[in-house]
C-alpha cells in the first residue's frame, strides 16, 4: 500500500468523524433584538438585515423575542425607541452564574 494513499484515507476518516455534530451544534444562536420598526416594534436576529417578527407594541416584541431566544438559547437585547440597549436578558447556559 502507498504511504500517500493511507494518510488520505486517514485524513478523509477524520474529516469525516469531525463532520458529525448534533442539530444543536447546527443550530445558530444569534442574539434576538428587540427593535423600533417604523410604527410598531420587530425582533431581528443579530447579523441580519431582516425582521423575524413585526409587532405593535414593544411588550408584544418582547415576547416573541424572548420566546425565540429561549428555544435558541441564546440572549434577548432589548432596545430604546433611540436604538440604545435598554435590557439584555440570557438564556443560555451561563458560564458565570451569580452567587447565592
Not at 447579523?47 to 416573541?64: C, E, V
Request: positive net charge.
Amino acid at each position: 500500500m502507498n504511504p500517500l494513499t493511507s494518510e488520505l484515507r486517514i485524513s478523509n476518516f477524520i474529516f469525516r468523524s469531525h463532520s458529525t455534530t448534533s442539530q444543536e451544534d447546527r443550530m445558530a444562536k444569534k442574539n434576538q433584538h428587540v427593535v423600533p420598526s417604523g410604527d410598531g416594534w420587530g425582533v431581528r436576529g443579530a447579523g441580519n438585515s431582516r425582521l423575524t417578527s413585526k409587532h405593535p407594541t414593544q411588550a408584544a416584541a418582547i415576547d416573541a423575542g424572548r420566546t425565540i431566544s429561549r428555544n435558541q438559547g441564546s440572549e434577548l437585547v432589548i432596545h430604546r425607541p433611540n436604538g440604545q440597549i435598554r435590557a439584555k436578558d440570557s438564556h443560555g447556559s451561563d458560564n458565570f452564574p451569580p452567587k447565592g
